[in-house]
C-alpha cells in the first residue's frame, strides 16, 4: 500500500520562471490538502479538494498560484512567475471521508527560487 | 481566530532523560480535535496522535504519553526514556471540524536528543 507521492522532490528554478507540482495520494483516499511550510515554521494550508472540487483556499495563495485536481485523483500545484518568497515546502496530504481527520502526508516538494 | 503556540524552539537533552513539550492553543469552537505530528530530518510529517474536545483522559502509548486540559487549552506531550531515534521536530496542530478540517499547525520544537 503506497503512500502520498510528490514529484518532483526538489525544483530549482530563477525567479521569473513557471513551474509545475504534482501529488498523488493514497489510492480511494478522495480528500487532498495542500499545504505549504517555510524554514523552521509549521506548514500553513493552501488549499483542498474534495474530489475534483476545489473548497477552499487560503488567502496565501495568490493569483499567481493554481490548484487543480482535474479526476479527482492527482493534483497539480503551479506557481507562475515565481518570487524567491515563494522558496519553501510544498506538502501535500490525503486523507479519506470516513477517517477525514486522518491526514497522510507525502515526502514534500522542496522548491528554491534563485 | 484559530491558533497553536509553542514556546519552546528548540530543546536538547540526553539520551534517557524523560521531556515534555508544550502546546497551548486557541479557538473559538467547542468542537476541535488537536494533534501531534513528528517531522523527522527526512522531511515526512507522521502522525502521533489525535484527540478530540470532549475527551480530555490523557493517553499513553508507550514511551508517549499526552495531556489535555481544556482549562488551559494546552495539549502537552511527554516522550519518558528518549531516545536519539526521538531526535525530530515535532508539531502540535489545531482542526475545527466544521471547517473543511484544514490542520492549523504550531510552529514546531525541535527535540535533539544526544546519546
Known amino acids: 500500500d503506497t503512500g502520498v507521492s510528490q514529484d518532483p522532490r526538489h525544483k530549482i528554478t530563477k525567479r521569473g520562471q513557471n513551474v509545475t507540482f504534482r501529488c498523488d495520494p493514497i489510492?480511494?483516499?478522495?480528500?487532498l490538502y495542500w499545504y505549504r511550510q517555510t524554514l523552521g515554521q509549521g506548514p500553513e494550508f493552501l488549499t483542498y479538494?474534495?474530489?475534483?472540487?476545489?473548497?477552499?483556499k487560503s488567502r496565501l495563495l495568490s493569483d499567481r498560484f493554481s490548484a487543480e485536481r482535474p479526476k479527482g485523483s492527482f493534483s497539480t500545484l503551479e506557481i507562475q512567475r515565481t518570487e524567491q518568497g515563494d522558496s519553501a515546502m510544498y506538502l501535500c496530504a490525503s486523507s479519506l471521508d470516513r477517517d477525514r481527520l486522518e491526514q497522510f502526508f507525502g515526502p514534500g516538494t522542496r522548491l528554491t527560487v534563485l | 481566530a484559530q491558533k497553536v503556540t509553542q514556546a519552546q524552539t528548540e530543546i536538547s537533552v540526553v539520551e534517557k532523560e524523560d521531556v515534555t513539550l508544550d502546546c497551548v492553543y486557541e479557538?473559538?469552537?467547542?468542537?476541535?480535535?488537536l494533534f501531534w505530528y513528528k517531522q523527522p530530518p527526512s522531511g515526512e510529517l507522521v502522525f502521533l496522535i489525535r484527540r478530540n474536545s470532549f475527551d480530555e483522559q490523557n493517553e499513553i502509548s508507550g514511551r508517549y504519553s499526552w495531556n489535555f486540559q481544556k482549562s488551559t487549552s494546552s495539549f502537552n506531550f511527554t516522550i519518558t526514556a528518549s531516545q536519539v531515534v526521538d531526535s525530530a521536530v515535532y508539531f502540535c496542530a489545531l482542526s475545527e471540524v466544521y471547517n473543511t478540517d484544514k490542520l492549523i499547525f504550531g510552529t514546531g520544537t525541535r527535540l535533539q536528543v544526544f546519546p
Open positions: 479538494f474534495q474530489n475534483e472540487a476545489q473548497l477552499e
Open positions: 479557538t473559538r469552537d467547542t468542537t476541535y480535535y
Open positions: 489510492s480511494e483516499h478522495n480528500r
